[in-house]
Each structure stands twice: as structure tokens, then as C-alpha cells.
């Protein structure tokens, strides 16, 4: 493909963002005062409102042109179908067949994998429904209180998110607990509140070769035998991976072991039998709607025409910012203390999929890629870090999402939240000018008005999505999990990246690996730099 970035397409997107940077997002609202319907989109249950963005109609006709010219709807096809879209690993990418229902078979070389998935879930969501109701019990009969899930990156950051996103439905009388740095701290500080009879541990890990888990798992299992036997294991370990020979070699009988496969990315996985820790907390049945909430996602976005289709709409949002407008960073505050761990997860979907520097083809891309992504839930963002998104001098495109409705009223306390989110979105559109400042300053000498008015401008002019949902379900979760999944994939698609692939974290790992054993065994030290030599030395205390 010759790059997107030459095509007519991009080229005219360039042109026009030169002439929307000279409007403010006040013009456009007063230019046009049915904004809000014609740019906002609904399903059930779901409002995206991306009417505060520095669009017009003329926008997002360019942006859908890009869209077509750089094959995001064949592209979306022949994920959907099954094909090796992941070009460097040749592997499919069929995270949406996990949330496939039964009867739509999807046949992959031969092999009908909607089935697969459904025999594994069928035995996931028994095992789930054995450890919540006790009828699973540890090696001394005593039932199961406490579930640790030892894993990291996909491993952990999905099923953490999602266990207390979906709190409100879980099992009161089990506690979760999720051990994923390879710092002892993590594991040490688990250990010590729950007891061996009584803990199941779930070792998560799609290749079963993660140092991390491993040395976590090693850890756990050495605690466990300290009051158990070897035969007592397969009451209080199960394994979660594809790699059933490292199972076996760790010590956990493939019989407990649920299995995935490698067409399932890390990020991705929350939806497999990674997600065990989940169907426990919430139990089959809200595990299931959780499945039905991602694939209605999956049927909105492979069948939508794209002027409708969320995902496609604020993927090619974000393209907007991050190369006709260079802005590198991209906030997500949800205005909903369950998703309190949701930007975290979102930050491994999006930068670990989309942070990439090369084409398909391994040429040097020739545009930005992969925005930083970052945030934390209304209103604590508030009070530490939005004073930069409205007056700092760069601009950060956000992402608001709130419920309509609590799931715990207290008091007023819900609208008082909404009217935060509101009055956030407005306030980075519209800002307040210097006039308006003087004016809110009537009250004072005319000198000391002025000394203060320029600190109370804000510029305005900073775009939003809000996103509201009904009120926060296992069905929403993962139709907002999925919306994000699609967003990043359409961005993919645009760059020609490879948004299934990690090897950059491949480096770090290697050098872990060789530093090592100089750290541990005061080996002779290799080739470093003088800084990591320095490092080294002091930490080895060589002096
Ligand atoms: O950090 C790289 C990575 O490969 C992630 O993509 C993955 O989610 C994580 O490590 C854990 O991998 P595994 O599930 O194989 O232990």
C-alpha cells in the first residue's frame, strides 16, 4: 500500500486542518445549533456524544474517505473471518469468537473455533460456579474464600479491571486478589492475609514462560507446601494458558489447567478462560451477559455503516488529533468509581497495540502512531491534574464516561457527580475569555482586577467524547471493553501497524535477563554503558 499518508485523502485532511485550527469550538456551536443531533450516536443503552470536537460534516466525510482509503472495513472482514491478520506473527486475531454465541460457527482452517471456545467456557464457567457456591473445596475440606489470580500485562490487567469494575454483582463472601509485579512486596503482602486451606490460586499466563508469573507462582506453591503437600495442589492451583507442557512442568496437572489459544493476544483475553477470576466473582450467568455485551459491539461494528459506527468514529477522531494536530496525549476519565482501573487497562490495549514505529511491511512510518493514554476517575482527577487540561499549554483530547444511573444511590451524590462531568465537558469547550474574566471580578478594584484577570482565562477550545451508558452491567462493560477493541484496531488499520504484535517489550526482557545473573552472582560484568555500569556497581555495592 502506498503510504496513507500520501493519498489525496490525507493530504486534503492536512488542508483542512489548517482551516479548522482558526475555529473555536464556541463558533461551531454557534454556527450550528443542531451540533449535538447530528453528531451523537446511540445504541441501547449507550449515548456517544462527539459533537464537542473540532468537526464539521465537511470533517467527517474526509475522515470516512480515509477510513475506506486505507481498507478499514476489508480489513475489519477479514479479522471477523478469521484470517492472519497479524502479519508478523501469522496469526489470526479472533478475540470477537470468544464472545460468539454457540450457534454462529466461525470455521478456521478447517476447525470450527466458536465451538472450542464454548467447550472451554462451558468448563470455566462450572469450575466458576463450583469454587462461588463452595461445592469446590480446598484439600481440607474447607471451602474456597480467597482467589488469587498471579499473572501480568493481559494476564492481570483485564480480570483486575473487571472483577471490580462488576463488584457490585460479585460474590460477597470471596475476596480477589491480583499478584502481578515481579517486586516480592506484591506477593509478600497477599500471603499474609489469606490462608492456605482456603486460597485458590489461578495462574494466568498465555505462554506459561512470563518471568513474572512464574517466579509469583513458584513463590505461591513454595508458601502453599509450607503447610500442604504436593498432593494438596490441585485443590488450590488451576493454570489459565496455551501452553500446556509449561503447565505440566510447573507442577499443575493439565486436567486443571483451561486453555486458550494463540489467536487470543494478551490484551485481548479478559474474554477467555483468563477471565476465570471474573466468572467466579459475578458467576455464569453475568460472565455470559459480559460475552453478550462485547459481541452486540462486534455485531454494531462489522455491520454499521461507518458514518454510524462508534468504533470507526472515534478511531478516526483520535487520527485527527494525533496527526493533523500532532497532540500526543489522550485522557479517559470515567465519572464512575468501578472503572476507577479502567484507564490502566485501556493504557495496555492502546499503546501496547498501536505504540509501533514501522508499517506492515517493517518501513519506518512516516507519521505519529499511538497517542499516550492516561487518566483516573472524575471527580479525584479534578483536584490534581485537570488544571493542566484547561489552562496548561497542551491540549488533551478526553474521553468522559459516566452512568445515567448509580448503582449505589446515596443521597444526591449522583447527580452531583454528573454535574462535575458536565461542567467539565463545558468548561474545556467553552473556556472563558478575558472579559469574561474581568467581569467575574466585578467585585474588586479595577487594579486588582486586572493583576488577576489573565489568570482566569481559559482558552476553551479542548475537545471531549462523552460516552454514557445506562448504568454500569457485566452487558455494558463489555460493549465498552469491545468499543475500545475496535477503536484501536480502525487506528491500526489507518497507520498500517501491526496492532497485534508487542516486541517492544522483547529488548528489556532480554537485558533483564543478562543483567541478572551479574547482579545476583557478582559475576565479571559485560558490555554496558557507563551509567548502567555505575548503577550495577552500586547496587552490587562494589563501592
Ligand atoms: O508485556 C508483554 C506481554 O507479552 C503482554 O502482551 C502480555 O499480556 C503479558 O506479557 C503477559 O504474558 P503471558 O500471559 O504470556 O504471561
Redesign the pocket.
Known sequence: MTGIHKTPQWQTLQTHARQMAKVHLRQLFAQDTERFERFHRRLPGLLVDFSKHWITDHTVALLLQLARAAGVEARRDAMFRGERINTTERRAVLHVALRRPKDHPLVVDGRDVVADVHGVLERVLAFAEAVRSGAWRGATGEAITDVVNI???????GPRMAVQALGAYAAPHLRFHFVSNIDPTHMARTLAVVRPQTTLFLV???????Q??LANAHAARAWFLQQATEADIPRHFVAM??NTEAVRAFGIDPANMFEFWDWV???Y?VWSA?GLSLAIAIGADKFREFLAGGHAMDEHFATAPLQDNIPVLLGLLGIWYRDFFGLGSYAVLPYDQYLEQFPSYLQ?LDM?SNGKGVTHAGLPVAYPTGPVLWGQVGTNGQHAFYQLLHQGPDIVPCDFLAPREPLHPLGDQHHMLLANFLAQTEALLRGRTLDEARASLHHLPEEERERLAPHKVFPGNRPSTSIIYDRLTPWTLGALIALYEHKVFVQGVIWDINSFD?MG?ELG?ELAGALLPELVSGESLGEHDASTLGLLRYLRGDD
Open positions: 499473572g501480568i500485562g493481559g494476564s492481570d490487567l494466568a499466563s498465555k505462554t506459561f514462560t512470563t513474572e508469573t494458558s496455551t493476544g494478551g490484551r483475553s483468563i495496555q501496547e508487542q517489550v526482557k
